[in-house]
Protein backbone atom coordinates (compact mmCIF):
# COMPACT_ATOMS: atom_id res chain seq x y z
CA UNK A 1 0.00 0.00 0.00
CA UNK A 2 1.33 3.40 -1.05
CA UNK A 3 1.62 6.70 1.74
CA UNK A 4 1.44 10.32 0.44
CA UNK A 5 3.22 12.25 2.95
CA UNK A 6 5.70 15.28 2.86
CA UNK A 7 7.76 16.72 5.96
CA UNK A 8 6.65 20.23 5.13
CA UNK A 9 3.49 19.43 6.45
CA UNK A 10 4.91 20.11 9.73
CA UNK A 11 4.27 23.56 10.16
CA UNK A 12 5.40 25.74 13.09
CA UNK A 13 2.09 27.70 13.91
CA UNK A 14 3.00 28.36 17.90
CA UNK A 15 0.92 27.17 20.77
CA UNK A 16 -2.15 26.05 19.06
CA UNK A 17 -4.62 22.99 20.04
CA UNK A 18 -3.87 21.38 16.45
CA UNK A 19 -0.80 19.27 16.48
CA UNK A 20 1.17 19.43 13.40
CA UNK A 21 3.95 17.33 15.07
CA UNK A 22 1.59 14.33 14.48
CA UNK A 23 2.10 13.49 10.94
CA UNK A 24 5.72 13.01 11.77
CA UNK A 25 4.97 10.65 14.66
CA UNK A 26 2.30 8.73 12.57
CA UNK A 27 5.48 8.42 10.27
CA UNK A 28 7.76 7.00 12.69
CA UNK A 29 5.43 4.45 14.38
CA UNK A 30 4.48 3.20 10.55
CA UNK A 31 7.70 2.61 9.99
CA UNK A 32 8.97 0.79 13.42
CA UNK A 33 5.76 -1.25 12.92
CA UNK A 34 7.44 -2.32 8.87
CA UNK A 35 4.05 -1.15 7.71
CA UNK A 36 6.05 1.63 5.67
CA UNK A 37 9.08 1.87 4.19
CA UNK A 38 10.96 4.04 1.61
CA UNK A 39 9.50 2.09 -1.63
CA UNK A 40 6.14 3.18 -0.07
CA UNK A 41 6.24 6.82 0.10
CA UNK A 42 4.92 9.17 -2.24
CA UNK A 43 5.99 12.89 -2.15
CA UNK A 44 3.14 15.38 -3.39
CA UNK A 45 3.56 18.26 -5.74
CA UNK A 46 1.91 21.64 -4.98
CA UNK A 47 -0.71 22.18 -7.33
CA UNK A 48 -0.69 24.80 -9.92
CA UNK A 49 -2.32 28.65 -9.33
CA UNK A 50 -4.77 27.58 -11.97
CA UNK A 51 -5.52 24.24 -10.73
CA UNK A 52 -6.46 25.91 -7.25
CA UNK A 53 -8.67 28.56 -8.86
CA UNK A 54 -10.91 25.57 -9.60
CA UNK A 55 -11.56 25.08 -5.53
CA UNK A 56 -11.09 28.97 -4.63
CA UNK A 57 -12.28 32.43 -5.98
CA UNK A 58 -9.69 34.79 -7.45
CA UNK A 59 -9.97 37.07 -4.54
CA UNK A 60 -8.70 34.45 -1.77
CA UNK A 61 -6.30 32.64 -3.99
CA UNK A 62 -4.28 36.11 -4.09
CA UNK A 63 -4.60 36.51 -0.06
CA UNK A 64 -3.44 33.51 0.67
CA UNK A 65 -0.42 33.38 -1.62
CA UNK A 66 0.35 36.63 -0.67
CA UNK A 67 -0.04 35.82 3.22
CA UNK A 68 -2.22 38.58 3.62
CA UNK A 69 -4.39 38.87 7.06
CA UNK A 70 -8.22 40.02 5.31
CA UNK A 71 -11.51 38.97 5.85
CA UNK A 72 -11.26 35.86 3.88
CA UNK A 73 -8.40 34.42 5.92
CA UNK A 74 -8.82 35.87 9.12
CA UNK A 75 -11.56 32.53 9.78
CA UNK A 76 -8.94 30.43 10.07
CA UNK A 77 -8.23 30.90 12.92
CA UNK A 78 -4.31 29.80 12.20
CA UNK A 79 -1.43 32.30 12.18
CA UNK A 80 -1.65 33.60 8.41
CA UNK A 81 1.95 32.66 7.32
CA UNK A 82 3.77 31.10 4.66
CA UNK A 83 4.82 28.00 5.95
CA UNK A 84 1.37 27.04 7.24
CA UNK A 85 -0.67 28.20 4.18
CA UNK A 86 2.13 26.56 1.96
CA UNK A 87 1.60 23.04 3.62
CA UNK A 88 -1.93 23.48 3.26
CA UNK A 89 -1.72 24.30 -0.39
CA UNK A 90 0.88 20.92 -1.15
CA UNK A 91 -1.39 19.19 0.72
CA UNK A 92 -4.51 19.63 -1.91
CA UNK A 93 -1.84 17.93 -3.75
CA UNK A 94 -1.50 15.08 -1.47
CA UNK A 95 -4.36 14.52 -1.46
CA UNK A 96 -5.38 14.57 -5.04
CA UNK A 97 -2.24 11.82 -5.47
CA UNK A 98 -3.60 9.47 -2.69
CA UNK A 99 -7.07 9.35 -4.71
CA UNK A 100 -5.11 9.06 -8.01
CA UNK A 101 -3.23 6.19 -6.80
CA UNK A 102 -6.23 4.78 -4.66
CA UNK A 103 -8.19 4.65 -7.94
CA UNK A 104 -5.43 2.62 -9.22
CA UNK A 105 -4.34 0.23 -6.92
CA UNK A 106 -7.53 0.23 -4.66
CA UNK A 107 -6.49 1.94 -1.17
CA UNK A 108 -3.91 4.72 -0.26
CA UNK A 109 -3.42 6.92 2.89
CA UNK A 110 -2.37 10.36 2.46
CA UNK A 111 -0.61 11.32 5.99
CA UNK A 112 -2.09 14.79 5.93
CA UNK A 113 -5.06 16.45 4.46
CA UNK A 114 -8.68 16.97 5.63
CA UNK A 115 -8.89 20.56 5.75
CA UNK A 116 -12.71 20.18 4.86
CA UNK A 117 -14.28 23.51 6.59
CA UNK A 118 -12.36 25.72 4.30
CA UNK A 119 -14.79 27.54 1.54
CA UNK A 120 -13.98 29.05 -1.74
CA UNK A 121 -14.02 32.46 -0.65
CA UNK A 122 -12.55 32.10 2.90
CA UNK A 123 -11.24 30.22 5.71
CA UNK A 124 -12.38 28.46 8.32
CA UNK A 125 -11.95 26.21 11.82
CA UNK A 126 -8.14 25.53 10.85
CA UNK A 127 -8.50 25.36 6.90
CA UNK A 128 -7.27 27.43 4.45
CA UNK A 129 -7.88 25.20 1.51
CA UNK A 130 -9.68 22.28 1.29
CA UNK A 131 -7.88 19.17 -0.10
CA UNK A 132 -11.29 16.90 -0.10
CA UNK A 133 -12.69 19.66 -2.38
CA UNK A 134 -9.45 19.49 -4.96
CA UNK A 135 -8.75 16.02 -4.78
CA UNK A 136 -12.76 15.32 -5.82
CA UNK A 137 -12.72 17.90 -8.39
CA UNK A 138 -9.43 17.07 -9.81
CA UNK A 139 -10.52 13.24 -9.87
CA UNK A 140 -13.64 13.96 -11.43
CA UNK A 141 -11.85 15.94 -14.67
CA UNK A 142 -9.86 12.58 -14.62
CA UNK A 143 -13.01 10.28 -15.65
CA UNK A 144 -14.29 9.18 -12.45
CA UNK A 145 -17.85 9.89 -12.30
CA UNK A 146 -19.28 8.84 -9.17
CA UNK A 147 -17.39 9.86 -5.62
CA UNK A 148 -18.42 9.49 -2.16
CA UNK A 149 -16.98 11.75 0.42
CA UNK A 150 -17.37 9.80 3.73
CA UNK A 151 -16.65 12.23 6.58
CA UNK A 152 -16.09 11.08 10.31
CA UNK A 153 -14.48 13.92 11.59
CA UNK A 154 -15.98 14.86 15.01
CA UNK A 155 -17.07 18.39 13.35
CA UNK A 156 -19.61 18.44 9.86
CA UNK A 157 -17.32 18.84 6.62
CA UNK A 158 -19.54 22.39 5.64
CA UNK A 159 -16.59 23.74 3.14
CA UNK A 160 -17.11 20.64 1.21
CA UNK A 161 -20.98 19.85 1.67
CA UNK A 162 -21.72 23.55 0.71
CA UNK A 163 -19.05 23.45 -2.32
CA UNK A 164 -20.72 20.36 -3.72
CA UNK A 165 -24.35 20.95 -2.74
CA UNK A 166 -25.24 21.06 -6.86
CA UNK A 167 -22.93 18.46 -8.03
CA UNK A 168 -24.85 15.34 -8.22
CA UNK A 169 -21.51 13.18 -9.58
CA UNK A 170 -20.30 13.84 -5.33
CA UNK A 171 -22.11 12.48 -2.43
CA UNK A 172 -21.50 13.91 0.57
CA UNK A 173 -21.61 12.08 3.54
CA UNK A 174 -21.15 13.58 7.34
CA UNK A 175 -21.66 12.07 11.34
CA UNK A 176 -20.79 14.40 13.65
CA UNK A 177 -21.62 15.74 16.90
CA UNK A 178 -24.26 17.92 15.73
CA UNK A 179 -24.30 20.66 18.41
CA UNK A 180 -21.32 21.74 17.68
CA UNK A 181 -18.68 24.29 15.58
CA UNK A 182 -19.29 24.91 12.49
CA UNK A 183 -22.64 26.39 10.91
CA UNK A 184 -23.91 23.29 9.34
CA UNK A 185 -24.35 23.11 5.58
CA UNK A 186 -26.58 20.30 4.24
CA UNK A 187 -24.71 17.63 3.19
CA UNK A 188 -26.17 14.97 0.91
CA UNK A 189 -26.45 12.85 4.27
CA UNK A 190 -26.09 13.92 7.46
CA UNK A 191 -25.98 12.43 10.65
CA UNK A 192 -25.64 14.83 13.67
CA UNK A 193 -24.98 12.90 17.13
CA UNK A 194 -25.87 14.21 20.59
CA UNK A 195 -23.29 15.29 22.93
CA UNK A 196 -22.28 11.89 24.87
CA UNK A 197 -23.10 9.40 22.04
CA UNK A 198 -20.71 6.48 22.25
CA UNK A 199 -19.36 3.25 20.01
CA UNK A 200 -22.00 1.28 19.80
CA UNK A 201 -24.47 4.46 18.70
CA UNK A 202 -22.19 5.98 16.39
CA UNK A 203 -21.50 2.65 14.81
CA UNK A 204 -25.17 1.61 14.37
CA UNK A 205 -26.04 4.97 12.60
CA UNK A 206 -22.72 4.67 10.54
CA UNK A 207 -23.70 1.35 9.45
CA UNK A 208 -27.34 2.32 7.88
CA UNK A 209 -25.36 5.23 6.29
CA UNK A 210 -22.70 3.08 4.56
CA UNK A 211 -25.18 0.50 3.50
CA UNK A 212 -27.10 3.28 1.70
CA UNK A 213 -23.62 4.96 0.20
CA UNK A 214 -22.71 1.46 -1.44
CA UNK A 215 -25.94 0.16 -1.91
CA UNK A 216 -27.92 3.35 -3.50
CA UNK A 217 -24.69 5.63 -4.66
CA UNK A 218 -22.46 3.06 -5.70
CA UNK A 219 -19.61 5.14 -5.91
CA UNK A 220 -16.52 4.45 -8.42
CA UNK A 221 -14.15 6.05 -5.63
CA UNK A 222 -14.30 7.02 -1.71
CA UNK A 223 -12.56 9.88 -0.10
CA UNK A 224 -12.59 8.78 3.78
CA UNK A 225 -12.06 11.44 6.10
CA UNK A 226 -11.01 9.63 8.78
CA UNK A 227 -10.68 12.31 11.82
CA UNK A 228 -9.58 11.19 15.16
CA UNK A 229 -11.54 13.57 17.00
CA UNK A 230 -14.42 11.61 18.04
CA UNK A 231 -12.63 10.33 20.42
CA UNK A 232 -13.45 10.78 24.43
CA UNK A 233 -11.15 12.11 25.52
CA UNK A 234 -10.72 14.73 22.53
CA UNK A 235 -10.35 18.46 23.77
CA UNK A 236 -12.74 20.13 21.30
CA UNK A 237 -15.84 17.43 21.61
CA UNK A 238 -18.09 15.52 23.82
CA UNK A 239 -18.55 12.39 21.65
CA UNK A 240 -17.41 9.04 23.66
CA UNK A 241 -15.52 6.90 20.91
CA UNK A 242 -12.71 4.61 22.57
CA UNK A 243 -9.80 3.88 20.37
CA UNK A 244 -11.37 0.40 19.98
CA UNK A 245 -14.44 2.48 18.79
CA UNK A 246 -12.79 4.25 16.17
CA UNK A 247 -10.34 1.24 15.04
CA UNK A 248 -14.19 -0.61 14.36
CA UNK A 249 -15.41 2.78 12.59
CA UNK A 250 -12.56 2.31 9.84
CA UNK A 251 -12.85 -1.34 9.56
CA UNK A 252 -16.91 -0.78 8.87
CA UNK A 253 -15.74 1.87 6.14
CA UNK A 254 -13.24 0.53 4.87
CA UNK A 255 -13.85 -3.70 5.16
CA UNK A 256 -17.24 -2.67 2.75
CA UNK A 257 -15.20 -0.92 0.39
CA UNK A 258 -12.97 -3.55 -0.15
CA UNK A 259 -15.98 -6.19 -0.51
CA UNK A 260 -17.61 -4.04 -3.09
CA UNK A 261 -14.21 -3.36 -5.10
CA UNK A 262 -14.33 0.39 -4.59
CA UNK A 263 -10.72 2.46 -3.95
CA UNK A 264 -10.49 4.24 -1.19
CA UNK A 265 -7.98 7.44 -0.47
CA UNK A 266 -8.19 8.56 3.43
CA UNK A 267 -6.78 11.63 4.96
CA UNK A 268 -6.36 12.29 8.37
CA UNK A 269 -8.67 15.45 9.80
CA UNK A 270 -8.70 16.57 13.27
CA UNK A 271 -7.46 15.15 16.08
CA UNK A 272 -6.57 17.20 19.52
CA UNK A 273 -6.35 14.55 22.26
CA UNK A 274 -5.12 15.44 25.56
CA UNK A 275 -2.30 13.32 24.95
CA UNK A 276 -0.99 13.20 20.92
CA UNK A 277 -0.11 9.97 21.89
CA UNK A 278 -3.72 8.76 21.60
CA UNK A 279 -4.47 10.76 18.20
CA UNK A 280 -1.16 9.43 16.39
CA UNK A 281 -2.61 5.73 17.29
CA UNK A 282 -5.89 6.38 16.36
CA UNK A 283 -4.51 7.51 12.88
CA UNK A 284 -2.16 4.35 13.03
CA UNK A 285 -5.01 2.19 13.47
CA UNK A 286 -6.78 3.93 10.37
CA UNK A 287 -3.14 2.77 8.26
CA UNK A 288 -3.13 -0.55 10.13
CA UNK A 289 -6.54 -1.41 9.23
CA UNK A 290 -5.92 -0.55 5.57
CA UNK A 291 -2.88 -2.15 5.52
CA UNK A 292 -5.16 -5.50 5.79
CA UNK A 293 -7.81 -4.50 3.31
CA UNK A 294 -5.61 -3.70 0.70
Known sequence: MKFVYSPLYKADIGFHVFPTE?????????RAEGLVDDGDMVAP?????????????????????NYRMTERTYPSEMP???????????CCGGSFLAAQIAFEHGMCYHIGGGFHHAFADHAEGFCYLNDVVFSAVMMLEHRVEKI???????????????????????????????????VKQKSDLDIGLRGGAG??????????????????????????????????????????L???????????????ARDKAVPVATVLAGGYA???????????????????CS
Open 22 to 30: KYDFILQRL
Open 274 to 292: ENVEDTVEIHCNTARVMHG
Open 45 to 65: QRPSDEQLRKIVTAEYLDDLL
Open 199 to 240: DDEYLKELKGAVDHIFDKFNPQLVIYVAGADPYVFDQLGNLQ
Open 242 to 256: TVEGLKRRDELVLQR
Open 80 to 90: VNKDIIDAQIL
Open 148 to 182: AVIDCDLHQGNGTAKFFENEHRVFTFSIHQEHLYP
